[in-house]
């Protein structure tokens, strides 16, 4: 719809419509309301970020470094990325796209090094460590930590979710099911703060009936998490639950099926894998965090800086969810 359409059914001037979409200008309370209903009416959303470009002529490019290398979570961040830029395009705004292991300092750096001088601002997934931190810092644009926070000096907000509710979560079902559980736990690292946080919620509310065995890291790659939840099993027969608090999932179920080992499963995230997992009995449940509306967020969070001159909130954390095999699972859309 264009403003023309929009005065014409309002029965007014494009001037006058013009004013109430920029705040400029009295408008008569009459004039505004009409104008107003067929804005509701019709959806109408003003390209502020095209109008702004347009003014400015001025191209604008987000680097964007993504830990999806090994972690299918992580194109589903990247999904949510794409799909802000997508409805910007005409604008002029671009995206460079720099896929990471994010456990791999060297690689992060280096992706961090290749888009000096490219950017106007970063969107970033990468463990919060000195030296990364130090690297993000030499690039002087804003910065919108995604998923993992960071302590760079020009970061405008953080956009994830809360890994220790994600652990109390996990915690409540185990106690829910009234039954006496030696537990495995599989974390990707424990260099990785949420994922540490996670483990910290999980060891806070799990009852005393409940016995963590031991926590192993999988690097969150699949063939990693075969061969370490294989020998875990192996050294200790009377585990019956895994959890794994990170990515990985795939390879801890292929290790069970292995070893013929009647063992049951809760997880983080989601993909297809976990979703035949809960359909066939393997997952008990997944705590998802819906990660492609953390990569919209994030972008929303950077283009409202750099464009509307608005910082936004410090932390835009969004709600866990719990999935279970008959659940309807609305952010399936993530996928």
């Given at each position: 719809?264009?403003?023309?359409?929009?005065a014409k059914?309002?029965?007014?001037?494009?001037g006058?419509?013009d004013r109430?979409?920029?705040n400029?200008?009295?408008v008569?309370t009459k004039v505004y309301?009409?104008i107003?209903d067929?804005i509701?009416?019709?959806?109408y959303q003003?390209?502020?970020?095209?109008?702004t470009?347009?003014?400015i002529?001025?191209k604008?490019?987000?680097?964007?470094?993504?830990?999806?290398?090994s972690?299918?979570?992580?194109?589903?961040?990247?999904?949510?990325?794409?799909?802000f830029?997508?409805k910007y395009?005409?604008s002029?705004?671009e995206?460079?796209?720099?896929v990471?292991n994010?456990?791999?300092?060297?690689?992060?750096i280096l992706a961090?090094?290749?888009?000096?001088n490219?950017?106007?601002?970063?969107?970033i997934?990468?463990?919060?460590e000195k030296q990364i931190?130090a690297?993000?810092n030499?690039?002087?644009?804003?910065?919108v930590?995604?998923?993992i926070?960071l302590?760079?000096l020009?970061k405008?907000?953080?956009?994830?979710?809360?890994y220790?509710?994600s652990?109390?979560?996990i915690?409540?079902?185990?106690?829910?099911?009234?039954?006496?559980f030696d537990?495995?736990?599989?974390?990707g690292?424990?260099i990785?703060?949420?994922?540490m946080?996670?483990?910290k919620g999980?060891k806070h509310?799990?009852?005393?009936?409940?016995k963590?065995?031991?926590v192993?890291?999988?690097n969150?790659d699949d063939?990693?998490?075969f061969?370490?939840v294989?020998?875990?099993i192996?050294s200790n027969?009377?585990?019956?639950?895994l959890v794994f608090?990170?990515?990985g999932?795939?390879?801890?179920i292929?290790?069970?099926?292995n070893k013929n080992?009647?063992i049951?499963?809760?997880?983080?995230?989601y993909?297809?894998s976990i979703?035949?997992?809960?359909q066939?009995?393997?997952?008990?449940a997944?705590i998802?965090q819906h990660p492609?509306t953390?990569g919209?967020?994030?972008?929303?969070?950077?283009f409202?800086?750099?464009i509307?001159?608005k910082?936004?909130k410090p932390?835009i954390?969004?709600d866990?969810?719990?999935i279970?095999k008959?659940s309807?699972i609305?952010?399936k859309?993530?996928s």
């Open positions: 719809m264009t403003i023309k359409e929009i059914l309002a029965n007014t001037s494009r006058t419509v109430v979409l920029n400029r200008g009295k008569s309301k009409r107003m067929v509701v009416a019709y959806n003003t390209n502020e970020i095209g109008r470009l347009s003014l002529n001025k604008m490019t987000i680097g964007v470094i993504i830990g999806a290398k972690n299918y979570f992580f194109n589903l961040i990247l999904l949510g990325i794409n799909s830029q997508e395009k005409s002029g705004m995206i460079i796209v720099k990471i994010i456990f791999d300092y060297e690689e992060t961090i090094e290749e888009l000096k490219k950017i106007n601002g970063l969107i997934t990468a463990i919060d931190n690297k993000i030499e690039l002087n644009v804003p910065v930590a995604v998923n926070d302590n760079c020009n405008i907000c953080f956009v994830g979710c809360d220790y509710n652990g109390l979560l915690a409540n079902l185990i106690d829910l099911m009234n039954q006496n537990i495995g736990v599989v974390i690292s424990k990785h703060d949420g994922h946080m996670r483990l999980l509310l799990l009852y005393s009936n409940n963590i065995i031991d192993i890291e999988n969150d063939q990693i998490s061969l370490k294989s020998e875990l192996k027969s009377n585990i019956n639950l608090l990170g990515a999932t795939s390879g801890g292929k290790a069970i099926k080992a009647k049951k499963i809760i997880c983080v995230d993909s297809l979703e035949e997992g809960l066939k009995g393997q997952i008990l997944t998802t492609y953390q919209y967020k994030a972008m929303e969070a950077m409202d800086y750099i509307k001159k910082n936004p932390r954390i969004l866990n969810s719990i279970l008959e309807i609305v952010h859309i993530d």
